[in-house]
């Protein structure tokens, strides 16, 4: 691997953009001693997958950490910081940056792939040793880590995978097809003992976006296959925008006042939901007969609120602090020459019946 010492530290300015993102949960019933058990055993295997990841890579970070290559300097390229979640994974990533005595610069792009692929160049000429990339776009940012793969910079893609044709040392990333799955046979379940449906407007991040389009498939793979159950009456594309997201849902609920249940692919788009059922009188808790259940994604401190207040149905989280201590493992790993590959977060869900156990409370 091509050996390079940092004599320039790029100045980069830090765009901040924090949105935040909560969600209602629908219907409350109580939870059997069945269910807590199986709670428990979910998070607790989910515990061991996630320090299984970690292990992966403490050999090749130890060295690093006790001086075995001298002045790395690792480039993170963020797309944006837009929501809870990307604020926690980037504050995980420089901690874990600091604990383990390597350099960082950082970028951030603001969702302009143009800009992220200049700024990525500019990280390798800056003399970054790998660089850590949340692509605004998966697609987009192939070209500049080819001029990464040409430079052997190797590259740690941060929570979003790289299309085709990118050669990366590592991708850390959540399942989030089998996370809105659970979400969604949570409810299923619920629906079945309770002799209920749901009419439901769904919401769509980004449809560039891999993450956005694995959530979706998830939430398909449960409603198709249950159609007596999950009668989807809208379908709301966003571009993770929130005044997309409210003006959908306003329009779907003028066509169909009896909609019962919303589907959010992000925390980012909670105060959206909020405000547009708050204006149309449908913002109730869960024991309210006019409740409608909320299903959200990404663990912001929000949609926990939410959740304890009785409003939020359920949260798939995606455990940022551990992702982003992941990257910067992967990042110093990968610039020793080590292989690092394969990290997925397996994630957890946050329910009213499973929140004071759990004891998290969100980014």
Not at 55 to 78: N, P
Not at 102 to 130: F, H, P, R, W
């Amino acid at each position: 691997m091509k050996k390079k010492a940092v004599s320039v530290v790029l100045a980069c300015v830090m765009v901040l953009v924090m949105v935040g993102c909560g969600e209602k949960t629908a219907e409350t019933t109580a939870s059997t001693e069945a269910q807590k058990e199986t709670t428990a055993e979910t998070k607790a295997a989910n515990e061991e997958t996630t320090a299984a990841a970690t292990d992966a890579v403490t050999e090749a970070v130890s060295e690093a950490a006790s001086g075995g290559k001298e002045d790395i300097m690792i480039g993170i390229s963020m797309c944006a910081i837009e929501s809870q979640m990307w604020a926690e994974y980037q504050t995980a990533m420089h901690d874990k940056c600091d604990e383990l005595g390597v350099k960082y610069t950082e970028v951030i792009a603001e969702n302009d792939v143009q800009k992220q692929n200049q700024q990525i160049e500019n990280l390798i000429s800056s003399g970054a040793d790998a660089i850590i990339i949340a692509p605004a776009d998966g697609e987009a940012v192939v070209s500049a880590i080819k001029k990464c793969n040409e430079a052997d910079v190797p590259v740690i893609m941060a929570n979003r995978a790289a299309g085709e044709g990118a050669e990366v040392a590592g991708t850390v990333t959540s399942d989030n097809v089998a996370m809105v799955e659970r979400e969604m046979n949570y409810l299923l379940e619920k629906a079945k003992k309770d002799g209920k449906t749901y009419k439901a407007v769904k919401l769509m991040g980004s449809l560039t976006d891999v993450n956005a389009v694995a959530r979706d498939t998830g939430f398909k793979n449960v409603a198709d296959a249950n159609k007596d159950i999950f009668d989807v009456v809208s379908e709301v594309p966003t571009e993770w925008k929130g005044e997309l997201a409210l003006a959908g849902i306003l329009s779907a609920f003028e066509a169909n006042p009896d909609i019962n249940m919303i589907f959010s692919p992000s925390d980012a788009l909670l105060p959206s939901i909020i405000s547009g059922l708050q204006q149309i009188d449908k913002w109730y808790p869960i024991d309210d007969e006019k409740h409608v259940t909320i299903v959200t994604f990404d663990g912001a401190k929000d949609a926990i609120d939410q959740i304890k207040a009785n409003y939020v149905d359920i949260v798939s989280v995606q455990d940022a602090t551990t992702q982003g201590q992941l990257c910067v493992e992967g990042a110093v790993a990968a610039a020793k020459g080590e292989k690092t590959d394969g990290l997925v977060d397996p994630g957890f869900e946050v329910t009213p019946e499973n929140v004071n156990e759990l004891g998290f409370a969100g980014y």
